[in-house]
């Protein structure tokens, strides 16, 4: 009779623990996807805020900000397809060889991998270099690493969109 | 007189130390590098063949290197997923005439890599030839203990 109580007793217990998992299981994972979703998000933030103070200081061609971002060992290539280190590239705005006659840069994408986020986007800037005028609208890929606990600039590339897929440079006539 | 019996042996060890430790950190990275080679190397024979047979062989190690949210940005500025860039691949829209890369440069950052190269290979892309060389950027990052190629870029090298 004694036994029967107990199986019966342990079988209830077993009921509830399965009741409770059931119910709460699926909500805390949804909350931990959240929390991963928001990771990912404010990862996003931070790096969209570099970008933004990194085209700042294009614009102005302050190199003291622009030092910062760039990682020493950048690796940075333009829509002409040239090769340049983090030196020739602060040259380059030292001697007013980039000027920007309009700047817009924008349709971006993400993708985060723990320390290393990887943004694209379309650049419809005017920019004058080395004396010629640009107006072809470039697609980028920047390449951020989380270095000692700040996001770095690593790499960095352009080229010129042609072949005219209209989606393509929806941005820049927008 | 402890204090100071520490700090010399710490004077005298430390620097061996920190000695010690960058060949061995150049040493991974050199590692990382030639295995970066390798791989890249596998992905680019797996292409040509996966080219040549329409998607028949090749697919299975393309789809081991290529990163599932790959992004891929060709000569035109066109962004494709990783389907998109197989599709472009298989339907032969590309052939190779000739193959080759050279001038790599590599930068490795723990489980990401950032690799640079020439790419001078003669295609034909949608009837069109080009002989034009090519500069790209490659980035692997190690993902379960696998290196995937998660950005690919490349820009026409313009005449000076």
């Known amino acids: 009779m004694s036994q029967g109580r107990n199986r019966c007793v342990r079988l209830l217990r077993c009921l509830v623990v399965v009741t409770v998992l059931t119910t709460t299981w699926p909500g805390l994972l949804r909350a931990e996807e959240r929390q991963g979703a928001g990771q990912v998000s404010a990862i996003e933030k931070e790096i969209l805020s570099i970008e933004n103070l990194k085209n700042d200081a294009m614009q102005k061609g302050d190199t003291k900000v622009l030092e910062q971002i760039y990682s020493d060992r950048l690796i940075f290539v333009n829509a002409r397809g040239l090769l340049l280190t983090k030196q020739d590239r602060m040259k380059e705005f030292d001697s007013g060889n980039v000027k920007y006659v309009s700047f817009r840069q924008g349709d971006y994408q993400f993708h985060i991998y723990e320390n290393t986020a990887i943004v694209t986007g379309i650049a419809c800037s005017v920019v004058d270099y080395h004396g010629r005028i640009n107006r072809i609208p470039r697609r980028f890929t920047s390449t951020y690493v989380k270095l000692d606990g700040h996001w770095r600039f690593v790499a960095h590339q352009a080229t010129l969109i042609s072949g005219g897929k209209s989606e393509n440079l929806q941005y820049c006539s927008n | ?160």
């Open chain 2, 1 to 160: 007189m402890r204090f100071a019996l520490v700090l010399s042996l710490a004077m005298l060890t430390i620097p061996g130390v920190l000695r010690g430790q960058k060949p061995d950190s150049t040493n991974a990275n050199a590692e990382i590098e030639k295995e970066i080679l390798k791989i890249d190397d596998e992905k680019d024979h797996a292409m040509q063949r996966y080219v040549a047979s329409h998607g028949e062989v090749g697919g299975p190690e393309l789809d081991q290197i290529y990163a599932d949210d790959l992004v891929f940005v060709n000569t035109h500025g066109g962004l494709l997923t990783k389907a998109q860039r197989l599709e472009d691949l298989r339907s032969g829209n590309l052939k190779f005439i000739s193959f080759g890369r050279d001038s790599y440069s590599l930068h490795v950052y723990g489980d990401t890599v950032v690799m640079t190269g020439r790419a001078t290979s003669e295609v034909v892309y949608m009837g069109k030839v080009n002989r034009i060389p090519r500069r790209f950027t490659n980035v692997y990052i190690k993902m379960a203990g696998q290196w995937r190629l998660v950005a690919h870029q490349a820009t026409t090298i313009a005449e000076p």
